[in-house]
Nanobody
Framework: QVQLVEFGGGLVQAGGSLRLSCTAS????????MGWFRQAPGKEREFVAT????????RYSDSVKGRFTISGDNAKNTVYLQMNSLKPDDTAVYYC?????????????????WGQGTQVTVSS
């Protein structure tokens, strides 16, 4: 079992930046990938970015590519999501997730553990 806790959400104006962080505790050695998903009201949870802890491979959704950066600090069991040039369409609850699968996946079903979520609101 792994526990994930997110920090860093908030309210920001369009064009601004926020950095989310997610710290894992528990059996973190069995979690090879960590990712971020988001869910806006009335919409399904969607993939944002993912990070393979060994090797640092990353993947981004087309909607955030070039604006968001995912990175990790394995010593701290923490993954970050730096979000720049934020748009109102980025408004959602952002969830951190961890996976026992050692490959890139954009599907929520491939992630085993989830944080409680943090609200990001971008005003126009």
């Amino acid at each position: 079992q792994v526990q994930l806790v997110e920090f860093g959400g908030g309210l920001v104006q369009a064009g601004g930046s926020l950095r989310l962080s997610c710290t894992a505790s528990g059996r973190t050695s069995s979690r090879y990938a960590m990712g971020w998903f988001r869910q806006a009201p009335g919409k399904e949870r969607e993939f944002v970015a993912t990070f393979i802890r060994s090797g640092g491979r990353t993947r981004y959704s087309d909607s955030v590519k070039g604006r968001f950066t995912i990175s990790g600090d394995n010593a701290k069991n923490t993954v970050y999501l730096q979000m720049n040039s934020l748009k109102p369409d980025d408004t959602a609850v952002y969830y951190c997730a961890a996976s026992t699968r050692n490959y890139i996946s954009t599907f929520p079903r491939d992630y085993d553990d989830w944080g409680q979520g943090t609200q990001v609101t971008v005003s126009s």
